[in-house]
């Protein structure tokens, strides 16, 4: 069994801030935890406005608080986003996610990220990027 909390994980090398400034990431479960996927508390900072396009990954979001709204680029559909929300990028989709109010956000990722990933210049995290190491799980 592993047993991990939120306070303990944001004190260690788990918690990864966007170079961009635009969030902040607990990876609370990653590919060495051997699950299959990986499970993310993200904080994304109020006025944040950001192109991702996870090529390599699937992506589950829920909301768990704030306000914002993440708009596909095929379609340019827009989609609020507010707490009791999910959204689920079931087709690598091209988007852009907006921030009115700081947004807590419970994020699922498969295949699962090593822990250290940020985006590249296409808005996606690499498939193998460097793993964090010299913790316990």
Request: charged share 30%; net charge negative; proline share 3%.
């Amino acid at each position: 069994m592993i047993v991990r909390t939120l306070e303990e994980a944001n004190q260690s090398n788990r918690r990864i801030v966007s170079p961009e400034g635009n969030w902040e990431s607990t990876r609370l479960l990653l590919k060495d935890d051997n699950m299959g996927f990986s499970f993310h508390i993200t904080t994304i900072y109020e006025g944040a406005d950001f192109q991702m396009h996870y090529q390599n990954h699937l992506e589950s979001v829920y909301c768990m608080s704030g306000e914002g709204e993440v708009e596909t680029l095929a379609d340019g559909k827009k989609y609020p986003i507010k707490a009791g929300t999910v959204y689920i990028l079931d087709k690598h989709d091209k988007h852009i996610l907006r921030a009115f109010k700081e947004m807590k956000m419970a994020c699922v990722f498969n295949p699962p990220l090593h822990g250290k990933e940020v985006h590249n210049a296409e808005g996606a995290y690499e498939l193998e990027a460097e793993a964090i190491t010299g913790e316990e799980k």
